[in-house]
């Protein structure tokens, strides 16, 4: 004689009706966002990926679109003298500019995570580069740091050029790689250290999330605070550093002093758009190669060791 299943208990009912009802509910909050996000993101995306692939012309009817196939990455590669120049100076830039933000990044957090008076202030101080990215000062200051100080009518007392880096780095006899690599990022000290507001704090709040327990058995151990930093500090922001790795890369390869991305606008200012987001998808695909090896090496050498 088989069983009778049991009814459901009213517990049992309540929780699923409770469950459903906040299913509806967080449906209906992100609603606006999916819709956002399908006009907004997915569309243009779509239709961005087709131009590359197109020929484009404006007609009094509107948008006209020949489908041209590899043409336009064939041009930019093989007939375009300039992208490939750009495209090698963009991934120079990220690679001068990116450890050099994550090394500040981290200093700044390890400083500012200090129990002292005051700190709210100085975190507040180094963010605010971050507030300020949208207005006229950050015009002003871009120009006197990619520009002479006469050029950008500032001051030489506190223009970018009042330290020559490549007169000291040539007296220590680097190699020429070293040398090339440091010059570019020490010449551009100023704007990264503008560039590592979110930066900072995201590694703040990943400071915060390690235990306090683990420093002290740390120091009951007998253990240095160099010794406490590569063993308990940097594998605990491990996440968070390469969420902050991945955020720099975004922001650096989609900014708009990125060689690759002003050319990009060229082209959109000469009414070359399929030519433009060739130029662009080329680059940005090249871009996710390099975060797809990078998250390999993440969960393949670092989360096996520290995980």
Known sequence: MSKMKS???????????VEALRARYGAL?????????????????????YYSFAELEITAEGIASHFVGTENFHDMLYVDTNYTDDLLSAFSSLFASLPFILVVSMVLALLLNGNYRGRVFFRGLYFLPVILSSGVALSIFLEAGTTHATEA???SAVSFNMIDFNAILEGLNLPSSIEGYLSAALNSIFLLVWQSGIQTVLLIAGLQSIPDLLYEVAR???ATKWEEFWFITLPMLLRTMLLV??????ELVSSNTNAVVDLAYNQ??????GSGSAMLWFYYLLVGVLLSLLFLLYKRY??????
Do not use: C, D, H, Q
């Not at 790795?245 to 975004?250: D, G, N, P």
């Open 245 to 250: 790795v991945v955020f720099t890369v975004v």
């Open 7 to 17: 009814p459901a208990s009213p517990l049992r009912k309540r929780r699923r009706g």
């Open 302 to 307: 670092f989360e096996k060791k520290w995980g």
């Open 268 to 273: 959109f200012n000469n009414l070359k758009y």
């Open 220 to 222: 009951v151990e007998g």
């Open 153 to 155: 009518k500032i001051s």
């Open 29 to 49: 909050f992100i609603l606006p966002w999916s819709i956002g996000m399908l006009l907004f993101f997915l569309v243009p995306i779509i239709k961005s990926v």
